[in-house]
């Protein structure tokens, strides 16, 4: 069994798929190292390789707006990707760069143990609810995989590029927080 830290060390070392060849920093995730909640995205954008955070752009400063909106704080939450290496030109990411980095984030999720994980967008929810998952049809919607509750809803750059999001994306995030506060006072 890894920890965190030593389970980040691996993944900065890693060179299991193309995308190692062109990163600046890894990005592996931030946050309260025994968050109740885990907010999964995509992968690092450009902002994000940079600094070796994830979600500081726009789409970031967007998350962190809900995230405060719901009287949380960055800090207690986790925030991870599927991918931990920006993709060239903030593609999405291939299957096989998915495929070759989900293990980091299953081990993320393990050693932090969420009560409930928001999935930011498709390629989350694809990658963690299975391939035939689609963001319009089933966002905001509660899944149980194991013990965990999910919340999938539309990532924070798409809202950003139509403001016709924006609600569904708050009610979402609303929805997760309920979830927790059912959880919570169980």
Same mark, same amino acid.
């Given at each position: 069994?890894?920890?965190?830290?030593?389970?980040?060390?691996?993944?900065?070392?890693?060179?299991?798929?193309?995308?190692?060849?062109?990163?600046?920093?890894?990005?592996?995730?931030?946050?309260?190292?025994?968050?109740?909640?885990?907010?999964?995205?995509?992968?690092?954008?450009?902002?994000?390789?940079?600094?070796?955070?994830?979600?500081?752009?726009?789409?970031?400063?967007?998350?962190?707006?809900?995230?405060?909106?719901?009287?949380?704080?960055?800090?207690?939450?986790?925030?991870?990707?599927?991918?931990?290496?920006?993709?060239?030109?903030?593609?999405?990411? *291939?299957?096989?760069?998915?495929?070759?980095?989900?293990?980091?984030?299953?081990?993320?999720?393990?050693?932090?143990?969420?009560?409930?994980?928001?999935?930011?967008?498709?390629?989350?929810?694809?990658?963690?609810?299975?391939?035939?998952?689609?963001?319009?049809?089933?966002?905001?919607?509660?899944?149980?995989?194991?013990?965990?509750?999910?919340?999938?809803?539309?990532?924070?750059?798409?809202?950003?590029?139509?403001?016709?999001?924006?609600?569904?994306?708050?009610?979402?995030?609303?929805?997760?927080?309920?979830?927790? *506060?059912?959880?919570?006072?169980?």
């Amino acid at each position: 069994m890894y920890s965190l830290s030593e389970l980040e060390q691996l993944c900065r070392k890693c060179k299991k798929c193309r995308l190692w060849t062109t990163r600046k920093n890894v990005v592996f995730g931030e946050g309260a190292k025994n968050a109740d909640i885990m907010f999964i995205g995509e992968g690092p954008g450009e902002q994000e390789d940079m600094l070796g955070r994830p979600f500081v752009g726009k789409a970031g400063k967007l998350l962190d707006k809900g995230i405060e909106a719901l009287g949380l704080s960055r800090e207690s939450i986790y925030i991870a990707n599927i991918v931990k290496c920006r993709p060239p030109g903030n593609r999405v990411p *291939e299957k096989d760069e998915a495929d070759s980095c989900i293990e980091y984030l299953r081990w993320q999720v393990k050693l932090i143990d969420p009560k409930v994980i928001v999935l930011l967008g498709s390629t989350a929810g694809r990658n963690i609810l299975g391939q035939d998952f689609r963001i319009t049809r089933q966002r905001g919607t509660l899944f149980e995989l194991g013990k965990f509750k999910i919340v999938p809803t539309y990532h924070p750059a798409a809202v950003l590029r139509d403001d016709m999001k924006k609600a569904d994306f708050w009610s979402d995030l609303k929805l997760a927080i309920k979830i927790y *506060e059912q959880i919570k006072n169980c």
